[in-house]
């Protein structure tokens, strides 16, 4: 019998890859990127292409965001009136001592009850990244060889790839492509992808690949997990060759597999994987 094979292929973006000079336009690089990216990329391109006739479905999800975000630097100050560096942490400890604050002083309430509702989750220290995946960027655009295989892919199967886009709100952080970090009942966007749960969900065999998997991929994949059934992990295989971490937080990555692991989900590499 043959399972419905689901293919999740989470942010898999130009900003994210560590691409050469020689696969950029001219004068472009990428914002955010994660070493071994654009390895991972090309492997999962390949795989792609190699077993595309057993793959059912195929989600690609998109970090889509605005230089107005309460993750970048444009919204932030230092106390002093500085600019704010990414990959600064900030808390709401240090905006309440003064040491960071909204450049906009009206977003200082709504800014402080963000980040205590973040805090208690417990999850994540608001980062402040660099500018990355703006939409209609260059940036947010897909990986050429991940694009091109999906193109391949829908001609064959005459269907045509999902796509999710997430992040779009500048008043939470959206890692995961299920719920933002601290969802907003007002906003919708931001809340549970019903839609897209119910998907994943029907999948027998979901294959999961993408960027990055100390962020995004683990945030998804946590909570998908939070809402599925007891018995849901062993349907899932992580191309474990098809992600990296963000530099820094390879502890996050190493935790992220193993809990997955230990939830009864594959871990296999790209040349391991045969459907």
Request: proline letters at 6%; aromatic letters at 6%; charged letters at 15%.
């Amino acid at each position: 019998m043959t399972l419905d094979t689901h293919l999740l292929l989470i942010d898999p973006q130009n900003d994210f890859c560590d691409l050469p000079a020689n696969f950029c336009p001219s004068g472009l690089r990428p914002s955010l990127p994660v070493p071994g990216a654009h390895a991972d990329m090309q492997r999962v391109a390949t795989w792609l292409r190699q077993h595309s006739a057993h793959i059912d479905h195929i989600t690609v999800t998109l970090d889509s965001h605005q230089v107005f975000d309460m993750a970048h630097p444009a919204f932030w100050q230092q106390g002093s009136g500085d600019e704010v560096a990414p990959f600064t942490a900030i808390t709401a400890a240090q905006v309440r001592q003064g040491q960071f604050q909204p450049r906009q002083a009206a977003h200082l309430a709504r800014t402080l009850a963000y980040l205590d509702a973040l805090e208690a989750r417990g999850r994540y220290t608001l980062m402040v990244w660099p500018v990355h995946c703006e939409i209609g960027s260059w940036g947010h655009g897909v990986h050429a060889h991940i694009l091109s295989a999906c193109a391949d892919w829908q001609r064959q199967q005459q269907r045509a790839v999902c796509n999710v886009f997430k992040g779009s709100n500048p008043w939470t952080e959206h890692y995961s492509a299920l719920e933002a970090e601290v969802p907003d009942a007002s906003a919708p966007e931001t809340c549970l992808n019903q839609t897209l749960l119910t998907s994943l969900l029907q999948a027998q065999r979901l294959i999961v690949a993408g960027e990055a998997s100390s962020h995004c991929v683990r945030a998804t994949i946590e909570h998908l997990l939070q809402q599925a059934p007891a018995d849901f992990a062993p349907r899932i295989t992580v191309l474990t060759d098809g992600m990296s971490p963000v530099s820094g937080f390879e502890a996050q990555h190493t935790a992220f597999l193993q809990h997955l692991q230990a939830a009864g989900a594959q871990l296999c590499t790209t040349t391991e994987l045969r459907l």
